[in-house]
């Protein structure tokens, strides 16, 4: 029988388990300041809806709006301004940026303490070596998902379709500290059904509506649904929800699963990076 991850439930009950904390801790609370440069309005709602989470849980918010002419070299000033903030523990630059700003350039400027991403080339080297930092969000999501639903993962095989820096190289390391035997699939990967079926856990990032069929997954599989493709106005998973509904053993739906955590575990991740960096 398949169990539907109910992914507002839980991310509310983390989300109140992190205003708790936030509540009982001394000196400043956590601050996470936000950049968006440009007025995509995907972008525009994510941000406003991560600062929403953060004055419902007791942190402090900085949005910083720029124009989408804004140069590279400002980008980076503000950044540089930002970590030598005090008062902002965390940094997020929200992607895509506008296509004459270098990304990676971007992304490394913020100060690995302050990383609420996880994806500044030092987090990711503690990453891979399996030592503490920020992890990406969607990532830790997965795991969080997969824990409080005691799915065990030591010994299990964890396949992953997907290797991006976002989700699928990460979440690939977080299996692997925690003693599953990963795959890590991608476009070129040959015979890609048979090795989904030797999943014990899947976790679908590839960025294709439907893409792994019912046929492919074995009774009892973990599906974790990371895609989101919106398809004749409706937003819909990297799987076939309603062929693996009755046959997975748990299962993430799209929209309402795996995306409901993401602003939870920002929120996980500046409370983290507060507590590193003390009262200051």
């Not at 904390?21 to 525009?44: H, K, N």
């Not at 991560?50 to 720029?66: N, P, T, V, W």
């Not at 090795?195 to 679908?204: G, M, N, P, T």
């Not at 004749?232 to 062929?243: K, N, S």
């Amino acid at each position: 029988m398949t169990t539907l991850v109910d992914g507002r439930k839980l991310a509310k009950q983390i989300r109140d388990e992190i205003r708790k904390q936030v509540s009982e801790l001394t000196g400043a609370p956590p601050g996470l300041a936000a950049v968006l440069v440009g007025t995509d309005p995907a972008s525009t709602i994510y941000v406003r809806n991560k600062h929403k989470a953060c004055r419902e849980a007791g942190m402090r918010s900085f949005q910083i709006e720029l124009p989408e002419q804004t140069p590279e070299s400002e980008l980076v000033a503000e950044v540089a301004r930002l970590n030598a903030d005090p008062a902002v523990h965390a940094i997020l630059v929200q992607l895509p940026l506008p296509a004459h700003i270098d990304t990676r350039r971007v992304l490394e400027q913020i100060a690995p303490e302050k990383d609420v991403d996880g994806l500044h080339p030092y987090n990711m080297g503690q990453l891979v070596a399996g030592r503490p930092g920020l992890v990406p969000c969607t990532p830790r999501g997965c795991l969080e998902i997969l824990d409080r639903h005691q799915v065990p993962i030591a010994g299990a095989h964890a396949v992953v379709l997907g290797r991006s820096d976002i989700v699928g190289k990460p979440v690939s390391l977080l299996l692997l500290h925690r003693h599953a035997t990963v795959t890590l699939c991608h476009s070129r990967t040959r015979d890609l059904p048979d090795i989904v079926r030797q999943a014990d856990i899947l976790i679908a990032a590839v960025g294709r509506p439907s893409f792994v069929q019912a046929g492919w997954v074995r009774e009892g599989c973990h599906v974790l649904d990371v895609g989101v493709n919106r398809v004749d106005g409706r937003v819909v998973g990297d799987v076939d929800f309603a062929g693996l509904d009755g046959k997975a053993g748990l299962l993430t739906p799209v929209p309402g699963g795996v995306g409901q955590l993401t602003i939870a575990m920002v929120l996980a991740n500046t409370l983290q990076a507060r507590l590193a960096q003390g009262d200051r």
